[in-house]
């Protein structure tokens, strides 16, 4: 199945989505008593949404046939990348106000925020070599394992997350469910294609 030509347009334009609700809550004074929590809080799960949302890209092409969306993937994955960047950039700046002495001493202080920031920087590696040309420098083969760190990366945002949340967990329990999915049905499929099926003799 052929992507029709709109797809990646409306695409890209449904994962601004997020971005542009946050504007309009600014302007229109919706963020809450504690805006800035807020942004920090709201920019990081879409950064994880759209991470699951690409790991799913694959499974989800097993299951329908349709081999178009693996067009999708990469632009699905720079997005995580780019909301993660606009959550840790609203953290430094929002809310410690760029102080590097006091942001280095809150990321050794604090678990989920050591977790957080190993997270992207995992992703940079990730987002740089996402192009074909990468692909090609890199060779098939040592661009696939490099790029397998993401289940990795999605594991600890699940963490980062769960740590991050003090009293309500029930949003990154559902997160970590789903990742679970994805993970489960990605080792499914390996096993299934490692362990030959033994037949009777003819």
């Known amino acids: 199945m052929r992507n029709p030509p709109w797809l990646k347009a409306a695409l890209f334009a449904l994962c601004l989505v997020p971005l542009a609700r946050l504007a309009v809550f600014a302007v229109t004074g919706q963020l809450g008593a504690n805006p800035i929590e807020f942004v920090i809080r709201s920019l990081g799960t879409w950064a994880l949404t759209w991470l699951l949302v690409t790991l799913s890209v694959t499974p989800l092409r097993r299951l329908t046939g349709w081999n178009g969306l693996i067009r999708m993937r990469r632009m699905l994955g720079l997005f995580a990348f780019f909301y993660a960047c606009l959550h840790f950039l609203a953290y430094v700046g929002l809310d410690q106000f760029f102080d590097l002495r006091a942001i280095v001493a809150d990321i050794v202080k604090r678990p989920y ?42 594991v600890g945002g699940v963490v980062h997350y769960y740590w991050l949340v003090k009293k309500d967990v029930t949003q990154p329990v559902i997160y970590a469910v789903l990742l679970g999915l994805l993970l489960g049905m990605r080792l499914w499929r390996r096993r299934g294609i490692a362990v030959p099926v033994n037949r009777p003799p003819a």
Not at 123 to 143: C, E, F, I, K
């Open 113 to 154: 925020i050591t977790i957080g920031v190993t997270c992207l920087l995992l992703l940079v590696p990730l987002a740089v070599t996402s192009t074909n040309a990468m692909q090609r420098r890199l060779g098939g083969r040592r661009w696939q394992q490099l790029h397998r760190f993401v289940y990795a990366i999605a």
